[in-house]
């Protein structure tokens, strides 16, 4: 039987299908031959809409699965599949990964963290940007962007110029330059970095392309830093998916007068850490995302000094973040009334913090990462 590797490729070059179509193709038994076919009864099966089954067909009996390789491998860019053991763990628990990602320059690269923002920044949030990625680059970590205008370039730039690594997620493919202009970045970051897209080659520049992508910058990100941002952008998006896969986020406070700083003060608003001081910041996530505890046993000793319930409660905000106090309740099998007098403690102590209206998390440092 043909490797699931041509399919997934075949698959990805729809732009529009991810991981939920594979592993639809396992529970209903679909080779990845029957999918190389690209016949109507299996895209069916799939629950491929008909007008994306045509564009599949047309794409099989084109032997784009081929080409695709056969460019990639000239184009020295590795092409890495949904089922390829080099797929990053951290995207493979996604419900909605991508089926394929397209990768040149350097990966995997070391402790990622996305700085985003806005296109249409301030000259302030410009040098923030810049500052954030020069000092991500001194403590030997990654920073993770979108490639695009603006927060995105210069934390790309600040990082390149520090010699530091960094990486673009794409909105196009790995071909595409965009936005115009940006040729000269776009050669930087393959030297000290990589480039990343899950789309094809020669895929152009698509408006809904680009919130698509933000996933995964979400999802790579072992924290998020967001600089600049309405209300309504892509960085808010990036920043909701980011807290959803359990990941830190921070956000640079803004003026209340300005809607680049809206969306950051809605985050902090939310329970977003408050990123007011670049060093601080940089010596937090080199030691661990903000560890609380230079010594294993200044752990051990403040939670021997808590009480059972209290221990239960740091034990499943460990496990899970943004929880109520009735899903604590519920996991620790304990009464609202102890959960509340639990809490009261353990805020105190700054283990944890109130991440959003009535949901707690444990302080970064503590939690377990995914």
């Known amino acids: 039987m043909t490797s699931s590797r041509p399919a997934l ?3 990805n070059g729809l732009t529009t299908l991810d991981a939920r179509v594979w592993e639809r193709s396992r529970e209903r038994d679909i080779s990845p031959d029957d999918i190389l076919r690209g016949d109507g009864k299996t895209c069916t099966a799939l629950g491929i809409p008909e007008a994306s089954a045509r564009a599949l067909a047309e794409l099989a009996a084109s032997g784009f699965h081929e080409t695709e390789q056969e460019r990639a491998d000239r184009e020295n860019v590795r092409i890495v599949t949904y089922d390829d053991t080099a797929y990053p763990d951290a995207l493979r628990s996604l419900s909605d990964a991508p089926l394929a990602l397209y990768i040149a320059g350097k990966w995997p690269l070391c402790a990622p963290t996305a700085v ?3 296109r249409k920044c301030s000259s302030y949030g410009r040098a923030v940007g810049m500052a954030l990625g020069r000092a991500i680059a001194q403590i030997g970590g990654t920073v993770l962007s979108g490639g695009a205008l603006g927060i995105d370039a210069s934390a790309h730039e600040g990082c390149l110029d520090a010699g530091g690594a960094t990486a673009a997620v794409l909105g196009t493919g790995p071909d595409v330059v965009y936005p115009r202009g940006h040729e000269r970045l776009y050669r930087r970051i393959l030297e000290g970095g990589g480039v990343i897209t ?3 080659f020669g895929t152009g520049p698509k408006t809904w392309l680009f919130p698509r992508r933000n996933r995964i910058i979400a999802g790579l990100a072992e924290r998020l830093a967001v600089v600049e941002a309405p209300m309504k952008s892509g960085a808010m998006i990036t920043a909701r998916l980011a807290l959803e896969y359990g990941r830190d986020v921070w956000a ?3 003026r209340i007068d300005e809607e680049c700083g809206r ?3 809605r985050l902090i608003a939310d329970g977003a850490i408050p990123l007011v001081d670049i060093g601080e910041f940089a010596s937090i996530i080199s030691n661990g995302q903000l560890s609380l505890f230079s010594e294993p046993s200044a752990r051990e000793a403040i939670s021997n000094g808590m009480t059972d319930e209290e221990e239960k ?3 499943i905000l460990e496990k899970n973040v943004h929880q109520t106090v009735d899903n604590i309740a519920a996991e620790g099998t ?3 009334a102890d959960v509340l007098s639990g809490l009261a403690v353990l805020a105190a102590r700054s283990l944890i913090y109130q991440s959003g209206p009535g949901r707690w998390s444990a302080a970064p440092g503590i ?3 995914p």
Do not use: C, D, S
């Open 334 to 336: 304990m009464t609202a």
């Open 116 to 118: 985003v923002g806005t």
């Open 263 to 265: 969306g950051t003060n």
């Open 313 to 315: 409660i740091l034990h």
């Open 367 to 369: 939690r377990k990462q």
């Open 252 to 254: 640079v406070p803004g």
């Open 198 to 200: 899950e789309y094809p």
């Open 9 to 11: 490729i075949l698959l």
